[in-house]
């Protein structure tokens, strides 16, 4: 009976998730895509159930969801993988068996999942690294960090950050790796801590060797202003609409749901932080493409007296890096999508690297969605991920 019913409740679900999709006519495999994002829609859905009923915490669903996808360390006939220890951070490491004549490089790959979700054992991001090592004979680290709700800010961070100073310090000559050539990629908040962790590498003096590649796909960059373009654009999106990512990104910093709440209206950031919004002016940083007819409004600020010093940190937000800051960036790639809520995250950053003469390769997707990556292995792939995926790899093959 009780089975039934929880069929039934499915059943109307996604029906009811069905009704109430949207998605561009321009999306590739169309059927493929409305199935996924009703899936998705509908996993969400379900999670919220759960909690209002008070049968899981909020998220704990989609966890779920995520661990049925985590893989074991499979070494296979071309990169021998396993599973260790960065001080206290676990990570999958490959190495290929093939001989090189010279020293290796090396890629850290930092998964996304909004701070609240996800793994390198996910067999999307498995794949990845595992192709990665494979194809530019590279060793790759597939890097995992504490979650949100249950880990704040700074914590993701610092993982990732403690992580990459100790490959650099103690693993690197292990595995015969050239400490000047490292890559540091990740997708959405992935990309964010990629992006952060780049930055304060640079200018960290304990480190000797600096980074020379950061690779940003879809990464979200700041969490200043939610009134964007791309946030008004894509507030119902495929896989991530508005009020989901805003609901994850304030997971990141704080349980405390005034947060999120002020967000979703633009109106979070403190008096004090009226400086900050020139790095995120996207009615001067967006190409005109893309500013469309939107018309910029200036923020709110001050409306609550919460004291969140998270929300003005580069470390967080690394679009609010100075120009001098950014100065010290290395080579970058970023690849962004046309339909994606954090869209103009990327593409200010690129106009930001450009302004100071950081070299930059730059990807936009017209028909693309944020999070197609994660779809890239049977059974279910999209040829866009698999697109992301060549561009990616194509990139750094040319330049690591
Ligand atoms: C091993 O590498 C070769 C050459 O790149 C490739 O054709 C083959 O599919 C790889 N095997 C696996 C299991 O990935
Ligand atoms: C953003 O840029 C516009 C000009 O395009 C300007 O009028 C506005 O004052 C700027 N706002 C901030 C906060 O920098
Ligand atoms: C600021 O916070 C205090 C204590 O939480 C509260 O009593 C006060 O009304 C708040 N002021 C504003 C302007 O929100
Ligand atoms: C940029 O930020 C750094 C670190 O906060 C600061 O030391 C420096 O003076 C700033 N540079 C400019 C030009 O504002």
């Known amino acids: 009976m009780g089975f039934k019913a929880l069929c039934l409740g499915l059943f109307c679900a996604l029906c009811a998730s069905y009704i109430y999709i949207t998605i561009p006519g321009n999306i590739e ?28 915490k909020h998220g704990d669903l989609i966890s779920m969801i995520f661990s049925l996808d985590y893989t074991q360390p499979l070494s296979d006939e071309n990169v021998t993988v396993t599973n260790t220890i960065f001080v206290d951070t676990l990570v999958r490491l490959y190495l290929p068996k093939r001989k090189s004549e010279i020293r290796r490089p090396a890629v850290i790959y930092i998964h996304g999942g909004g701070f609240c979700f996800g793994s390198f054992k996910q067999k999307a991001y498995d794949s990845l690294n595992r192709w990665t090592a494979n194809k530019l004979n590279a060793v790759v680290v597939g890097l995992d960090y504490r979650l949100a709700p249950q880990h704040h800010f700074p914590a993701q961070f610092e993982d990732s950050f403690t992580a990459v100073k100790f490959l650099q310090d103690k693993i690197l000559r292990k595995y015969g790796v050239d400490p000047t050539r490292i890559c540091l990629s990740g997708d959405s908040s992935g990309g964010n801590l990629a992006a952060a962790v780049t930055q304060q590498v640079q200018i960290d003096l304990e480190i000797k060797h600096k980074i020379k590649l950061q690779a940003l796909i879809y990464p979200i960059l700041q969490i200043i202003d939610s009134c964007l373009p791309s946030h008004k654009e894509n507030e119902l999106g495929i896989i991530l609409a508005k009020d989901l990512g805003i609901k994850l990104v304030s997971s990141y910093l704080t349980t405390d749901e005034t947060v999120t709440q002020a967000m979703r209206r633009n109106q979070h950031m403190p008096l004090e932080s009226r400086h900050l919004f020139k790095f995120v002016n996207w009615s001067t940083l967006l190409p005109k493409k893309y500013r469309k007819n939107h018309v910029y409004t200036e923020p709110v600020l001050g409306r609550h007296n919460y004291s969140l010093p998270a929300l003005m940190d580069i470390r967080a937000s690394p679009l609010l890096a100075n120009d001098s800051q950014l100065q010290n960036l290395p080579s970058t790639y970023i690849l962004t999508c046309q339909y994606d809520c954090v869209r103009d995250d990327g593409l200010m950053y690129v106009t930001r690297l450009q302004n100071v003469g950081v070299q930059i390769t730059h990807d936009h997707i017209e028909n693309g969605f944020h999070g197609a990556l994660s779809f890239m292995v049977s059974p279910v792939y999209l040829r866009l991920g698999l697109r992301i995926k060549d561009m990616y790899i194509s990139w750094l093959d040319k330049n690591l």
């Open 29 to 56: 495999e169309y059927w493929k895509v409305i199935a996924l994002f009703t899936v998705a829609k509908t996993c969400t859905f379900m999670d919220m159930c759960f909690e209002n009923l008070g049968i899981m």
